[in-house]
């Protein structure tokens, strides 16, 4: 098969993620173009990626070291915090695509990859987000890690406030995934989605 699934794993806030996704999967908030943006004071997400035509953004919490509960940082502080992260990673985006169309001594083959199938065009992987980012096709996804034996209300209640704040701050879609502090993932299938 021409496009098989390759295994990325990642470690970050004692999360261990393997992504099983056909593109590359970029760490963000590490990553040389987000690095010339530090000093504007622009935040960013941990981890960008393609997964079919959605540009995901990523973001990982643990709350495991926070006990009791009264010490989580508040849902709607969190959720101002995540859309200030993504507003920050969307200008840095939006940098990229303007570089790669204008100064980018390979500006001609992103004219030439306008013109191709999106099979074609999902191997540069700076041309694929930026078109997604120009097409306005974007998904959060957080994933949040609770202490062990945390109630599930206080989950629920917790993330309920998040994404109603969320809401009423941003159109992008968010899907929180809640998990224990020291959870493994085996695998982040987002074909789920």
Known sequence: MLWAKKSKTFKESSFLLCF????????????PFYRQFTSA????VDFVFMEKDQLVLLELKNYGQYAPKALYPPADELA???????RGSSTGLAAIFAYFRTRNPKRLLFKFLDRMPFFI?????????????????????????FP?????E?????????T??????????????????????????LKIL
């Open 121 to 145: 065009q999902r191997q540069h992987p700076w041309y694929i987000k930026a078109k997604a980012f120009e097409a306005d096709r974007w998904f959060f996804l957080l994933v949040i890690g």
């Open 41 to 44: 004071g622009l935040k960013a």
């Open 164 to 189: 109603k704040t969320w809401q009423s701050l941003s159109e992008v879609p968010l899907q929180i995934i809640v998990e224990d502090s020291q959870e493994t993932f085996e695998a982040l299938d």
């Open 154 to 162: 206080v989950k629920q209640d917790y993330c309920d406030l998040l």
């Open 80 to 86: 101002y915090t995540l859309v200030e992260k993504m």
């Open 148 to 152: 062990k034996g945390e109630s599930s």
């Open 20 to 31: 099983q996704t056909d593109d590359p999967v970029i760490r963000y908030d590490e990553h």
